[in-house]
């Protein structure tokens, strides 16, 4: 049963106030006493305590929007930002990279272990080859050894025929000119030589230097000789002449050797 209302001093004070306000106030109050009539008269449910205090308000509405804005979730997915996907493109591309890298390193180095291997034995191929073929050039030239002496043989004796067949004018060229070759060292361009006259006779060498075209006249007789007093100065020291002069020294050393000098002495 609805309870009555007894009269309160306070509630006569309270009701006078509120109408005495100004007109825009009293329908807001008036607005508020029908929610609060509507919301009495309803049967108590378990969200009543949240009702009364939506009534209590003095404008619901609102906080009604307000509370179903805030009570909502949110499962908007935001956009990545455009320089973190930078960033992870280019955390993936080493990633990559670092993989291939461990995955080729590897045959990298085998590799190259192959290619320095195969060197080594194109060069060790490259030596037993040059050595092969040098062994087998000696053993040419040992098997052509004999075959080689026998034609140095053959020709020492035909150069031993030749020289004997030369040797009677070479004696007879001596006896004309008085100048004998005694023999010629196994040294090249030298002679050992001996010539004679009225004066006596006397030895020497001559020998030929090409390079620069010219004869050394080296004396070889003792000082004791009898000659070695009589002959002239330039027979009894070395002297060197040009190629042109031989037959000039040649001709005064004749000269002297066919002079007549004892019978100049005895007058």
Known sequence: MPRKNRGRPGTAIARKQTENESPLKGRGNKASRTATRKLTSSPRTKSSP??????????PRPVKR????STSPVKRKLPLNPSSSEIIDELREKFQQLNMLRTTAAEALLEEYKKSAEDRIKAAER?????????ESLRRKAESGPARSARVSDVSAVSADQTSGLRPIVDLYGRLSGLEILSDLETEN?????????????????????????YSYVPTFSTKTPISSRLPAYLQEEIVFD???????FWRALNFLMSTPVASNNK
């Open 66 to 69: 307000a509370t179903q804005k």
């Open 50 to 59: 949240r009702t009364a205090t939506l009534a209590s308000s003095p404008s």
């Open 243 to 249: 190629c042109d002069q031989l037959q000039l020294f």
């Open 127 to 135: 030596v037993i080859e040059g050595l092969r073929k040098e062994n």
């Open 190 to 214: 030298l002679w050992h030589c001996s010539i004679s006259g009225r004066q006596g006779d006397f030895t020497f060498d001559l020998s030929l230097e090409e390079e620069e075209r010219q």
